[in-house]
C-alpha cells in the first residue's frame, strides 16, 4: 500500500498526543474493577463519539460494553478496547493504555475508511480480568460481522504473536457428616480428608499432563472448627491448556481425582464447571501478524516472538479469536524484570514509557488496517489461514 497512508494516520497519532496521554491518565486515575467501568466507559464512548463514531451503549446486554462503528460496507476492522482494572492494585495490567490505544486506531483510521471504503469500529469489551466480558460478549454475536479483531497489549517485550491458554473454572463441594473430633471422631465422615485427596491426586497428575497444562486452585472452606469433623469443604480451580480438545482430556482427570476423594472418604461430591466463562485458546492469525510486526518495526521497536508457550496466561480474547481472525500482540512499556499484574507496572502504565506504548501501539494497530483496506489479498489470506485451522 502508499507509504503516505500510514504516514499519514501516524501522524495524526502524533497530532493528538497529549489528548490520548490525558485519556489514559484518566482511566489510569480512575480504575473500575469487571463489570463497574461506568466512567471508563462513558469517557471512551464519548471521545469516539465527538470524533465521529456512531456509538451504542449497553450492547450484549452489558451495561459497560459498547460499539462504535464509522463507514459502512467490507471489510469491518475492529478494534478491541479493554478498560477494567485489578482488585487493589488498579490499573496493573495497563488497561488503560489498551483502550485508549485501540480508540485512538480507530479514530485515525477513519480517513483510510474515507479513501478505500469499510468501516471501522471499536468495541469496548469489559472484565477482561475477571470473568470474561468477551466471552459473554461472543456467544451474544457481537463478533459475529466482523472481517478481523485486534488489541494491542501493553507488557514488557514487543511482540507479534501471542499465546495464551484455554481455560475453565471448576468449583466442587465435599458433604460429610460433623462429629467431635475427640470425643467421637468415628461418627463423622471427614470432608476435609476428601478435599485434601482430591489435590493430592491433582499434585501427582501433574506429571502425566502436557508440560503446557496447568491446574492451580485453593480451598474456599476447610471446615469451621478446630475440634468438629469437617461436614462440608469447597475448592475453586482454575483447568489451562494449550489447546481447546486438551483441555477436555484435563478436566477428565482432574474430575477423576475429586471423584477419588469422595470414594475414599465416604463423602458426597458436588461439582460445577464454569462454561459460560470459559476461555478459549488463542488463535493468533499469521498473516495479521506478520502486517502487525512490520509495521511496528517500522516505528522503531525490534520485535521478538517468544521462543517458549510456557509462560502463558489466558485471555477472553481466545474467545474472539476462534470466530475471526485476530491478533493479540504486545508492546513493551516495561522492563523484562517488571512483570504485568505488579504495582511497578501499574507505575509503567502511567509512565512516559507507557505512553510511548500507547502512541506506537496505535499507530501500528491503524497501519494495519491500513495494509488491510488497501491490499485486499492479505484479508483474504488471513481469513484462509483461518479456515484452515
Known sequence: MAPSLKAKVAAEIDRRRDELIALSLKLHASP?????????????????EANGFSVERGICQIPTAFRATYGSG????????????????????GHNVIGTASA???????????????????????????????????????????????????????????????????????FGKAA????????????????????????????????????????????????????????SLLLRAEADDYLEVVREKVLACFQAGAEAAGCRLEYRWGEESRYKAMRTNRALAEAFKSNLESLGRRVVDPESRRSMGSTDMGNVSAIVPAIHPTVAIAPPDIPIHTEEFREMAASEAG??????????????????????KLLKKAWQEFKAE
Not at 473500575?32 to 469516539?48: G, I, M, P, T
Not at 471489510?75 to 477494567?84: N, S, T, V
Open 32 to 48: 473500575e474493577v469487571a463489570f463497574q467501568e461506568e466512567k471508563a466507559a462513558a469517557w471512551l464512548s464519548d471521545f469516539l
Open 104 to 174: 485512538a486506531a480507530g479514530i485515525v483510521a477513519k480517513a483510510v475508511a474515507d479513501e478505500k471504503g469499510g468501516t471501522v469500529l471499536v468495541i469496548g469489551t469489559p472484565a477482561e480480568e475477571a470473568a470474561g466480558g468477551k466471552v459473554y460478549m461472543a456467544a451474544r454475536g457481537a463478533f459475529d460481522d466482523l472481517d478481523c479483531a485486534m488489541l494491542v497489549h501493553p507488557g514488557n517485550r514487543d511482540s507479534a504473536t501471542s499465546y495464551a491458554l484455554a481455560c475453565i473454572e471448576l468449583d466442587v463441594e465435599y
Open 355 to 376: 505512553h510511548q506504548g500507547l502512541l506506537d501501539a496505535a499507530k501500528a494497530m491503524a497501519m494495519t488496517a491500513a495494509d488491510l483496506f488497501s491490499d485486499p
Open 180 to 235: 467431635h473430633a475427640a470425643a467421637r471422631p468415628e461418627a463423622g465422615v471427614n470432608a476435609l480428608d476428601a478435599m485434601l485427596i482430591g489435590f493430592q491426586g491433582v499434585g501427582l497428575l501433574r506429571q502425566q499432563l502436557r508440560d503446557s497444562a496447568r491446574v492451580h486452585g485453593i480451598i474456599t472452606d476447610g471446615g469451621q472448627a478446630v475440634n468438629v469433623i469437617p461436614h462440608h469443604t469447597a475448592a
Open 74 to 93: 467490507k471489510p469491518r476492522i475492529a478494534f478491541l478496547a479493554e478498560y477494567d482494572a485489578l482488585p487493589g492494585i488498579g490499573h496493573g495490567c
